[in-house]
């Protein structure tokens, strides 16, 4: 109990640290990519404390309220996650939350932010299959949807669940809105929809929806740690260092790809459920 | 016992009167003191057997059977002669084969079979019950307000809603009594009830779709009323019953035993419960008025298809073919049924394609036949009927006052009708989010789809989820769209409709509060009694606890902070050239242009039609392979019974 | 210590520029000049801006599209003229259509002259725009600072604003009935 306290409470506190921190590092790799030296690596605290001290301005009473249960339900999913939940009610709430910034851009009725959620909406729907195949994937090797267990289960699951572990890296492009996946909003630049789905949030609004997804990334993350968890102190190692690669492989992926068509954003993604996923989970039940 | 004749007999005493009374207050009064005798008698049926969790009831009387009968030939006479009268031969040929092959059955070996019990209540029983007699009825009470703006809108045609309100209630007393009988003969006397009702329900305009339609649905229900016949049948003259417990009881003891009757009784229901290739029924059920829909896709008629199906699962199973015929002619139905309605704009539709979506999703669950499949059902079956029958009334009551079911034409129904938008918004969210009632159901199914090792099946719930989220989002973003300039209409709305959906309202929040002791107080005890042994629930009661406070905190938030801010409002950016309305911007040739935006339904990914024949292909070959094994099997059990 | 100054987000509209000074406004994102350094982002989205670069004269059919982004920028935000045309009008000054330089429409505070403005001098332009907005988030903090929307604008807002208050505790109440 005290256990789970502790690491529910660790999470809140130190996941937007680890998040912000990638984010600015991520910002810096790019850069360097690019040629360029890149912005400090606090960056992306500048920009939030940045955004905080910016003039309060909505575009509806209702955004704010959405935008805010999208946010608290982010934070609620990655607690239910590190308090070694089930991993089908975390997958849930997340597309509770998900619906909410969906929800929130729909209100404003602006056809840049409309379009965006349509197109998150769609990103949705390419991701869940595979979400949930990798859920299932835990259970039917672990025989408990618990991330508990799952953690303290003593074989790697990353061995029988190969094809799960790709096919869920595939999708994280999606999750982490990178490109060539990066549909519904861009990080960098403008584009053509403005920005898409945040267009119409400014200001403490637009923090918060930093913040979530610094969240968001670090619980994802998590799911990538669960894959090499195996109850020794050398999984939990090889856990951390294979989902620090799998951040760094998304922003090399993002560096390296234009933005491709919704068509291939749900085909491939739906394929690679489907061969990676599916395939896979029928071996684990054959063997 | 007296309860169920009280609550069979009681809608259709009232049906008979509602026939001769013409005038609307009178009409108003009768239909709502009715449907609060029938919800409080549906209640009083749930308290008196709640402790003994039901009882079998001898009630043997020839008379009743002459009578059923005698009804049932009368009401082959009267198909036989419309079919004939509007051409449609296939319906008088299922009538003129069915009818007389159970009467010929019941007075040569029927007569024979000794019946234990003809009626019985268990707990699964009594939620059909509760389900009928509340939600049926809230519909009915809904119907007043709604028939009339319906005659007003057609006031050139003749006034035939006493004819609307008897049949509404004979559907119910039917539905009464199809989930009371014990014996198949009667249960499939009032399944032949509800088939008719429905044909006159549909035909209720009598405009030549309306017709049509109608047809169309009593042909498909009619088909099934075939298989039932011959399940019926197969199960006097081969074991030599016609209870449903026995069958039951027998298919509980030895996997796969009755696989061959349960088929036909599983074909039957899978018509009835719309599923793939008989889905286009439900479809056409569309034009009928809306609380007709209603009835038809929340309590009545298709729950009486899943009720079979659900009823018969322990005769189902991974391990015979019959139950591999149904699970994968619902899981294939959730699928495809949940692609095409991305596809919909018409809200009607939507709704018609997500409730055979679901439906094919608790077809499958009962044709898995484990405990937490069949949990999982029942739980779908609850909150579907509640969620659903919400859904139609707000889009019947968004039809009248904004003259459209068109999704793409509810544009900022929040401002225009903020109470029924966020209606409809609670029934949306019930439907496909957590932490509310579906998605509860589709969690548990979704673990008992992995308990029973078909990866098929598991990776169709997987992408039939993602596209549920899809479709139902979008809707919810269209409802929570703040359009500005938008005149608030909803004062003309009839107070009925208002105490109707509020009420189901309450009822879908309560659903949500209160399943966990639905499932340990109604469930468990019923799965214990019928898989024997102690029944794991699908759901540990840590994971229903969470969601539960989910409920709670998520209506706080909507309670005390939904729709308050302190901020500035600005208008919506539109590239610089908003006219400050932010419905127009400043277009090219120096005039307004009108902002309009519009769903994502992509046609080419997911069009009906394409849906529908893959759909409809597919489970068609596994029915007929289904039931041709089905046949093979047992000419081999009877002339190896001969040789 | 402030953070306006640390984050700078950028939108750039062009007036009536003949692209020189665009070109030389991107071409500070480049390796060469790599201002995203000192943390300035491009942004298209005035919701999302800090600093408005204007380049180019203002003429007759955008000085509604100049005066509303600024509008849709929340405060503090300060406006950058880049190049001579956006300082007043430049060589198209006479044109029948332009309006002149950008604070013919809005409050400019920095003015980045040249033709076309070199990126060294956009950079400084902005930079001193910081200065600039720190003192307005200050203004801002203490209350000094109202939003400056022109007065037909604000009159609307406020009317939406009432409008949309009466909704609110209207949806609350039926809440409660419901």
């Known amino acids: 109990m005290i256990t789970t306290i502790i690491s529910v409470v660790a999470y809140v506190v130190l996941a937007p640290l680890v998040g912000g921190l990638l984010a600015g590092l991520d910002r810096i790799v790019s850069a360097r990519m690019q040629g360029r030296v890149g912005p400090p690596l606090l960056q992306p605290f500048y920009d939030v404390f940045k955004l905080r001290e910016k003039e309060d301005i909505t575009v509806n009473n209702v955004q704010d309220f959405y935008v805010t249960c999208f946010f608290f339900f982010v934070v609620v999913t990655g607690a239910f996650f590190f308090a070694g939940g089930d991993l089908l009610l975390v997958i849930f709430t997340l597309t509770l939350a998900s619906v909410f910034l969906i929800v929130a851009a729909f209100s404003s009725n602006s056809p840049y932010s409309q379009i965006g959620a349509e197109r998150e909406l769609l990103q949705m729907m390419a991701y869940e299959p595979m979400v949930l195949l990798t859920a299932i994937g835990f259970y039917m090797t672990e025989g408990s949807f618990k991330v508990k267990d799952i953690i303290s289960g003593g074989a790697m699951d990353f061995l029988p669940l190969v094809g799960v572990f790709f096919g869920f890296i595939f999708i994280l492009t999606l999750k982490f809105r990178k490109s060539p996946f990066d549909l519904s909003m861009s990080h960098h630049a403008h584009q053509e929809l403005v920005k898409g789905l945040v267009t119409e949030f400014s200001g403490k609004t637009m923090a918060l929806i930093e913040v979530a997804h610094w969240y968001e990334n670090i619980f994802l993350l998590g799911f990538v740690f669960l894959f090499f968890a195996n109850g020794t102190i050398w999984g939990a190692v090889i856990g951390v260092v294979v989902c620090l690669l799998a951040y760094f492989l998304e922003v090399f992926i993002d560096n390296n790809f234009a933005r491709m068509k919704w068509q291939v954003a749900i085909n491939s993604a739906w394929l690679v459920a489907l061969i990676l996923g599916v395939i896979n989970l029928f071996i684990v039940y054959l063997i | 016992m007296g309860t169920i004749f009280f609550l069979i007999l009681f809608p259709l005493v009232v049906a008979f009167v509602l026939l001769v009374v013409k005038a609307d207050a009178a009409r108003g009064a009768i239909v709502k003191f009715a449907a609060l005798v029938i919800a409080a008698g549906s209640i009083f049926l749930a308290v008196q057997y709640f402790q003994n969790g039901g009882q079998y009831f001898d009630f043997s009387n020839e008379t009743v059977n002459y009578v059923m009968m005698v009804i049932e030939a009368c009401l082959a006479i009267y198909i036989i002669y419309t079919g004939i009268k509007h051409k449609k031969y296939l319906a008088s040929l299922f009538a003129i084969i069915q009818t007389p092959l159970l009467i010929w059955f019941e007075l040569t070996k029927g007569h024979h079979i000794q019946v234990g019990s003809n009626l019985y209540i268990d707990r699964l029983s009594m939620i059909m019950a509760l389900i009928i007699g509340i939600i049926g009825s809230l519909i009915c009470v809904y119907a007043l307000g709604y028939m009339k703006d319906f005659q007003h809108h057609h006031s050139g045609e003749k006034d035939r809603r006493p004819w609307f309100f008897f049949v509404m209630f004979v559907f119910l007393a039917a539905m009464f009594g199809l989930v009371t009988s014990n014996n198949l003969i009667w249960m499939y006397f009032f399944w032949e009830i509800t088939s008719l009702s429905s044909f006159f329900l549909i035909g209720y305009t009598k405009t030549k779709e309306a017709t049509n339609n109608a047809f169309r649905a009593l042909i498909m229900n009619l088909l099934g009323g075939l298989g039932f016949a011959v399940g019926i049948l197969i199960l006097g003259f081969v074991y030599d019953t016609i209870e449903l417990s026995t069958m039951i009881t027998y298919g509980t003891m030895y996997q796969g035993i009755m696989a061959i009757p349960a088929a036909f009784l599983a074909f039957a229901g899978i018509t009835k419960a719309a599923q793939m290739p008989f889905n286009s029924w439900l479809l056409g059920a569309m034009v009928a008025p809306t609380p007709t829909s209603a009835l038809l896709h929340s309590s009545t008629m298709v729950k009486a298809g899943v009720f079979m199906i659900i009823k018969l699962a322990p005769c189902l199973g991974m391990g015979n073919f019959a139950g591999l015929m149904v699970m994968?002619?619902?899981?294939?139905?959730?699928?495809?049924?949940?692609?095409?309605?991305?596809?919909?704009?018409?809200?009607?539709?939507?709704l018609a394609y997500s409730t055979i979506a679901n439906l094919g999703l608790i077809v499958t669950c009962g044709g898995i036949g484990t405990a937490g499949a069949v949990w999982a059902g029942i739980?779908?079956?609850?909150?579907?009927?509640?969620?659903?029958?919400?859904?139609?009334?707000?889009?019947?009551?968004?039809?009248?006052?904004?003259?459209?079911?068109?999704?793409?034409?509810?544009?900022?129904?929040?401002?225009?009708?903020?109470?029924?938008?966020?209606?409809?918004?609670?029934?949306?969210?019930?439907?496909?989010?957590?932490?509310?009632?579906?998605?509860?159901?589709?969690?548990?199914?979704?673990?008992?789809?992995?308990?029973?090792?078909?990866?098929?099946?598991?990776?169709?719930?997987?992408?039939?989820?993602?596209?549920?989220?899809?479709?139902?989002?979008?809707?919810?973003?269209?409802?929570?769209?703040?359009?500005?300039?938008?005149?608030?209409?909803?004062?003309?709305?009839?107070?009925?409709?208002?105490?109707?959906?509020?009420?189901?309202?309450?009822?879908?929040?309560?659903?949500?509060?209160?399943?966990?002791?639905?499932?340990?107080?109604?469930?468990?005890?019923?799965?214990?009694?019928?898989?024997?042994?102690?029944?794991?629930?699908?759901?540990?009661?840590?994971?229903?606890?969470?969601?539960?406070?989910?409920?709670?905190?998520?209506?706080?938030?909507?309670?005390?902070?939904?729709?308050?801010?302190?901020?500035?409002?600005?208008?919506?950016?539109?590239?610089?050239?908003?006219?400050?309305?932010?419905?127009?911007?400043?277009?090219?040739?120096?005039k307004p242009v009108s902002v309009s935006l519009r769903n994502w339904h992509m046609e080419s990914y997911f069009g009906e039609k394409k849906m529908n024949v893959i759909g409809c292909s597919v489970t068609a070959a596994v029915i007929i392979i289904g039931l041709g094994l089905m046949i093979g099997s047992l000419v081999t059990i009877l002339t190896g019974g001969a040789a | 210590m402030s953070y306006v100054t640390k984050s700078p987000w950028v939108i750039h509209y062009d007036g009536s520029s003949c692209n020189g000074c665009d070109i030389e406004v991107l071409a500070c994102l480049t390796p060469m000049y790599d201002v995203e350094r000192f943390g300035i982002i491009n942004t298209g989205n005035p919701k999302h801006a800090d600093v408005f670069l204007v380049t180019g004269s203002v003429n007759e059919q955008n000085k509604g599209v100049v005066k509303q982004i600024y509008e849709q920028m929340p405060e503090p935000k300060v406006v950058v003229a880049v190049g001579i045309c956006a300082n007043n009008g430049g060589i198209f000054r006479e044109c029948y259509n332009i309006m002149g330089g950008v604070d013919t429409v809005i409050p400019v505070d920095v003015y980045v002259p040249g033709c076309a403005a070199r990126p060294e001098a956009i950079i400084d332009g902005v930079v001193k725009g910081l200065g600039v907005l720190e003192e307005k988030r200050k203004a801002l903090a203490s209350g000094q600072l109202t939003a400056p929307a022109a007065p037909e604008e604000s009159e609307q807002a406020e009317e939406q604003e009432a409008a949309s208050e009466e909704n609110g505790t209207e949806k609350v109440e039926e809440k409660e009935e419901a």
Not at chain 2, 331 to 341: D, E, Q, R, W
Not at chain 2, 480 to 506: D, P, R, S
Request: aromatic share 12%.
């Open chain 2, 328 to 350: 994968t002619v619902g899981g294939v139905t959730f699928l495809m049924a949940s692609f095409a309605a991305i596809s919909q704009s018409n809200a009607k539709k939507v």
């Open chain 2, 379 to 590: 739980m779908l079956i609850i909150f579907h009927a509640i969620t659903k029958s919400l859904l139609f009334l707000c889009v019947g009551t968004a039809e009248h006052n904004i003259g459209s079911r068109d999704i793409e034409d509810m544009d900022g129904l929040f401002g225009r009708m903020p109470r029924l938008a966020t209606f409809v918004m609670i029934g949306i969210a019930g439907m496909f989010l957590a932490p509310f009632g579906m998605l509860i159901s589709k969690w548990a199914s979704m673990t008992a789809f992995v308990d029973s090792g078909n990866i098929l099946l598991v990776a169709i719930i997987c992408f039939g989820s993602a596209a549920t989220a899809f479709y139902w989002t979008k809707w919810l973003g269209k409802m929570a769209a703040v359009v500005a300039g938008a005149e608030n209409i909803q004062q003309n709305v009839h107070k009925e409709e208002w105490f109707v959906q509020g009420t189901l309202v309450v009822l879908t929040i309560a659903a949500c509060l209160a399943f966990p002791l639905v499932s340990s107080y109604m469930l468990v005890p019923y799965l214990e009694g019928v898989f024997g042994g102690l029944s794991s629930m699908a759901l540990s009661a840590d994971n229903m606890i969470i969601m539960c406070v989910m409920v709670v905190v998520v209506l706080l938030l909507i309670l005390f902070f939904f729709g308050k801010t302190k901020k500035r409002i600005v208008p919506i950016y539109l590239a610089g050239a908003n006219e400050g309305d932010d419905l127009r911007f400043h277009g090219a040739m120096e």
